[in-house]
């Protein structure tokens, strides 16, 4: 069961990038995936979340109308795209499942987590 969170990469301000959570060895059907942020020297903070069903996001205010987080079941991704990136978004973004989750913003509602991809906004 791993989950793996992939995209990242160094861009330019107001620039954008499509991060990717791929899941294997396990269906991610029934699991809510929420998306984590970790800053050097900060604490990990929610980014955005979906339910199993697909048919409810959440997101930070920091991120919202900025972020869309989307899934897709039939390749076992779920999807979070990043547009007018600022230097605040800088930091590792960590992918998580909750099965049969709400989309929950707390952490320790998820089961599984990703190893992290490291976006960089420069400029």
């Known amino acids: 069961v791993q989950l793996q969170a992939s995209g990242g990469g160094l861009v330019q301000v107001g620039g954008s990038l499509r991060l990717s959570c791929t899941a294997s060895?396990?269906?991610?059907?029934?699991?809510?995936i929420g998306w984590f942020r970790q800053a050097p020297g900060k604490e990990r903070e929610f980014v955005a979340s979906?339910?199993?069903?697909?048919?409810?996001?959440n997101y930070h205010n920091s991120v919202k109308g900025r972020f869309t987080i989307s899934r897709d079941d039939a390749k076992n991704t779920v999807y979070l795209q990043m547009n007018f990136l600022k230097p605040e978004d800088t930091a590792v973004y960590y992918c998580?499942?909750?099965?049969?989750?709400?989309?929950?913003?707390?952490?320790?509602?998820?089961?599984?987590w990703g190893q992290g991809t490291l976006v960089t906004v420069s400029g």
């Open positions: 979906i339910n199993w069903r697909g048919g409810a996001t």
């Open positions: 998580a499942a909750d099965l049969l989750g709400s989309g929950s913003s707390d952490s320790p509602s998820y089961d599984y």
């Open positions: 060895g396990f269906a991610l059907d029934y699991y809510a």
